[in-house]
């Protein structure tokens, strides 16, 4: 997060001040570096420089139209996993050949959506599906391409139950040891199933996850092609982790990472296989925060706690995941200087500071941010950043307990643009009527 600096003591992104945003555009509010989607995307492309795959954001982290046409302006492709999602991939301007499209439970219409797009590639996730896929391609007279999602039955230790997506017991992919027979030729009218896919989950610390599961892919190939089949692309997926805490050296760096997924790859790179990875929080995480303000204080059986204008609606991680993130006041006059220089969560006791909950005001025990997090003393009004937010943060927001879905604001160039405004009354109810007596109901 290096455009998110505390200059004299008061947050900045890109050099305009928190507080600012908050005056201007109200609390809460999601704030964005457009600097740092670009490097990001910058830094993934170097570190995957020794497979060149096309990178296809993963428009579920972080969906907001400006900031998919930022990285399209980049040269990046999208990895879609709804009809909607291809609409506003297709609206920010991304061409069809540069959007994959995941998913395990395409309907008939996102996938006659997505074949009269032109969609480049589809990541199929069962033979049910793509007997579909064939149908409705054959139906409008086109061919299309289509990768296997296979499930390795490989996970990573760390990564959190609820996003592990490669083991055996989840509903991913098809099983890797029933996946060939898939690749028989002329076994599809209008399908070509030229591409293997894996994703294995969100996020994977440890490249030696990937290694494991491209063990297994490269042994498909060879059994694939010994029988006669060609295989053309392999696409990695995402799960590239992001720094979720204030270390100054990241747990995993994506240059190591990619460096050691490329070199693992090199064999099938001389082979003629393209490549393709699907990142999504190691480009947007770490893009945005929260900023949300102090309502009030009060003291509870256990500890004092601070309840904020953001509730689990606005940001559901820490309570669906037990994320835990970052928080610290945008206006702070020690450990100033960066945000990896805020304390580590092992020095906080030693800093004068106090034990606090931070919760929203929603009507549900789950609603927090954090339990027992050492902040200095809050005081209502206080404004608070909540740092890596970028992904997963306003791509799951809801509207639960009839509270509009915050703004959104990008900061480029030194300057905060809107890039979604804030919902109103009268957007909770746009699409419901009042009454089976209305004038729009028949009889
Ligand atoms: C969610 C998802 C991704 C992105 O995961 P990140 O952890 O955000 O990188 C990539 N590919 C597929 C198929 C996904 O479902």
Redesign the pocket.
Known sequence: MDYFNYVDGELHIEGVAARHIAEEHGSPVYVYSAQTFRDHFAVLENAFAGIAPLICF?V??CSNLSVLKLLVDQGCGL?V?SGGELFRALKAGAPADKIVF?GVGKSRDELVQAIDAGVFLFNAESEAELLRIDAVASAAGKRVKAAIRVNPDVADADTPEKTSTGGRQTKFGVPIERADVLFEAGRYSNVDVVGIHI?LG??IPAAKTYLAAIDKVEQMVDRLEAGGRQIEFINV????PAQYRTEAKPVCSLTDMGDAICTRLQGLKARGKHFII?????ISANAGILLTTVEYIKQGWERKIAIVDAGMNVLLRPTLYGASHVIWPARFNRFGGHWTALPREDALADAGLEAIDIVGPICETGDYFALGHALPVLGGGDLLAIYSCG?YGMSMASQYNSRGRPAEVMVDGGKARVIRTRENHADLVAHELCGLTGAHHAG
């Not at 997926?237 to 590239?240: A, E, L, S, Y």
């Not at 699907?278 to 190691?282: A, D, I, L, Q």
């Open positions: 993963s579920k982290s990895d996993v995941a994703h969100s996020p997926g995402g799960g590239f699907e990142p999504g929080r190691s992904a």
